[in-house]
């Protein structure tokens, strides 16, 4: 059973809003169950990124949209979001410095007191000047993720919905969050693999403008057993390793060009995004 049930309840009529609503419980959710299997805390500390970046993104759209609407508490409610996007990036740096020292129960019980809060309450609150306002609405949908998270690193000129991605994964919570990231951000071609073997033949029989690796994958295999077997068989695409651990060997598969760089655990979105714009060509 889902750690957070969607409900009807939670539905304010307004599609933006209520598909926003629905990923950020899905990343709850997917986070919940990265917290209970076995394996790398840094896949939850990548849901967890995943979930502070996405309310950022969520954020910037409600506001866009009440200042279309004229909505009159919108000082107040801008006062709440940022209240709330500095706590939650402190809980993301302090699991980043160090994984082990925050309690999971406790941060999952306040994302989602939070969640619920800002659902039922104060969202609530807005849906009578949103409800039929296309002007609003439409406003909201302008706001874009990849620009709103650049982060200055002058990625506008980036064709996001031309590159494809394959992405090896073993983690299905962190992949299904990797795998939505990368939509949002824009890009529409995406295929998951959720081990080498599954990888190694997508690599093959489709070209992808770049490939993402998890390192550490359970059930035989490595991120860098792929590479080697990839590289063998003609696979010349670019490879990024995903990984929580950095040792001589990724160093060494770099500086022979097998891989092209990795991303340490856990990424976030403007990390990804500037990595993926490294490695494919504009």
């Known amino acids: 059973m889902a750690y957070v049930q969607w409900s ?9 809003i209520d598909a926003d609503h629905k990923v950020l419980v899905g990343l709850l959710n997917r986070m919940h169950d990265a917290s209970r299997a076995s394996g790398d ?19 910037a759209r409600e506001e866009r949209a009440q200042e279309s609407a004229g909505y009159p508490d919108i000082d107040e409610h801008r006062e709440q979001h940022a209240r709330l996007s500095i706590e939650a990036r402190r809980l993301f ?11 999971i129960g406790d941060l999952l019980d306040f994302l989602s007191d939070w969640l619920m809060d800002h659902i039922l309450l104060h969202d609530m609150a807005i849906k009578p000047y949103l409800l ?9 949908e302008g706001v874009d993720f990849a620009t709103l998270m650049n982060d200055g690193n002058n990625l506008e000129l980036v064709a996001w919905g031309n590159i494809s991605v394959l992405a090896i994964e073993d983690s299905r919570p962190f992949a299904h969050v990797l795998k939505a990231i ?10 998951v693999a959720e081990n080498t073997e599954e990888g190694l033949r997508l690599a093959q029989d489709q070209h992808y403008d770049l490939i993402l690796a998890d390192w550490r994958m359970e059930g035989g295999g490595d991120g860098l ?6 590289r063998a068989k003609g696979v010349t695409v670019p490879v990024v390793m995903l990984t929580g651990y950095v040792d001589e060997s990724l160093e060494a598969a770099r500086e022979g060009l ?12 403007a990390e990804l995004m500037a990595c993926i714009a490294r490695n494919v060509a504009a």
């Open 41 to 59: 805390l840094t896949d939850l500390g990548g849901i967890l990124s995943a979930l502070v970046d996405y309310t950022r993104y969520h954020f």
């Open 182 to 191: 990368l939509q949002v951000i824009g890009i529409k071609e995406i295929a």
């Open 258 to 269: 097998a891989i092209s760089e990795w991303l340490q655990k856990p990424v976030t979105s």
């Open 93 to 103: 740096e302090a699991y980043r410095r160090d994984p082990g020292g925050i309690d």
């Open 132 to 140: 039929a306002n296309l002007e609003a609405v439409t406003a909201a």
């Open 225 to 230: 057993d792929f590479v080697h077997q990839a």
């Open 8 to 16: 009807s309840r939670f539905e304010l009529g307004v599609p933006f």
